[in-house]
């Protein structure tokens, strides 16, 4: 194949997403399933250390992994309309494509303007406490903000990467009946009460490993099920 081409472009962007998709969904993980339980085990001190030193590393790959994810998959997208036509988004391919997009830029969104800013404040606070000063007055509503954002991501990463796959390996039966939008506003409306708890709301069931995975597969089973009626 001539790389110097469309294909060999779409090659290159879907080779970026997934190598900067796996960075940023294994740290993601990381966070949640490993750190967040140690610094719930460990003391003072060496979560302290952890903080300052290892923490700011790994969301700068975190961060930059979900920034190159969510720029070649959109630029995927773009490329693919150009090349297949944009009605390929009214087909089988294009919902579960889409509704995937749809998560993980939501997931983008979140590390963006919530975990990273919040991270910011944490860290921030760390250091002064390190160096003889007080905590931040707002540290503990960052921390449970930036908390409940990522498990929220870790939420949506369960049905996202399942309706990544299934774009290329699993079909539905879209007819000419099907009614697109009646299907968008409710898997927007499912998921946008998800999002908008992880602005305003609480953990909730989300608050343990074990209730944000059994989550992530019950609204993985609902958005299947909502898609299945609606085609």
């Not at 998959?73 to 919902?95: D, F, N, P, V």
């Not at 509503?141 to 949506?156: I, M, P, V």
Request: aromatic share 14%; proline share 3%; hydrophobic share 55%.
């Amino acid at each position: 194949m001539d790389l110097i081409s469309i294909d060999g472009w779409y090659l290159l962007l879907r080779w970026i997403h997934l190598l900067a998709g796996i960075t940023w969904i294994g740290l993601l993980y990381y966070f949640n399933f490993v750190q967040g339980e140690w610094f719930k085990e460990t003391e003072a001190s060496a979560k302290s250390a952890a903080v300052q030193k290892l923490v700011p590393r790994a969301l700068w790959w975190f961060r930059w992994g979900a920034m190159f994810t969510f720029l070649a998959g959109a630029l995927t997208l773009m490329t693919k309309g150009h090349q297949a036509g944009w009605e390929i988004y009214a087909t089988s391919w294009g919902i579960f494509i889409l509704t995937g997009s749809l998560l993980g830029t939501l997931m983008f969104l979140n590390v963006w303007l919530i975990i990273w800013p919040k991270q910011q404040v944490i860290i921030a606070s760390t250091n002064q406490v390190a160096e003889g000063g007080e905590a931040l007055p707002d540290v503990a509503a960052c921390t449970a903000k930036a908390g409940l954002a990522s498990r929220t991501n870790t939420l949506f990463s369960i049905p996202m990467l399942l309706f990544m796959g299934s774009a290329r390996h699993f079909s539905v039966n879209v007819t000419e009946e099907t009614n697109f939008t009646l299907m968008f506003w409710v898997l927007a409306i499912i998921i946008g009460v998800i999002e908008a708890n992880a602005i305003f709301g609480k953990p909730g069931p989300m608050a343990s490993v074990k209730g944000v995975i059994t989550s992530g597969f019950v609204l993985t089973v609902i958005l299947y099920g909502a898609i299945g009626i609606l085609v």
